[in-house]
């Protein structure tokens, strides 16, 4: 998801949706760059953690980033088997 997270009316409903979607190896990138729909990376941290996914790798400023999340282990525990 490259600058599409911030165009979505709810964000928190498009990423529950993703981590429900996602196997246990898979992952989601999301790609921002500032615009007037921007979502900064800790807003965007915080939702998928809520939504039962962490924070795999980050890469890029402030401004602009990639960030990719991978979904908690499926027992319940926040694990971040890999």
Do not use: K, N
């Amino acid at each position: 998801m490259v600058t599409a997270l911030g165009e979505i009316p709810d964000p928190g409903q498009a990423l529950r949706e993703a981590a429900r979607v996602l196997t246990p190896g898979g992952r989601l990138v999301v790609g921002e760059f500032f615009d007037r729909h921007w979502i900064p990376f800790g807003r965007l941290h915080r939702l998928a953690h809520a939504c039962g996914m962490y924070l795999d790798v980050r890469r890029g400023m402030t401004f602009a980033y990639l960030a990719r999340f991978r979904p908690y282990a499926r027992t319940g525990l926040e694990s971040a088997a890999t």
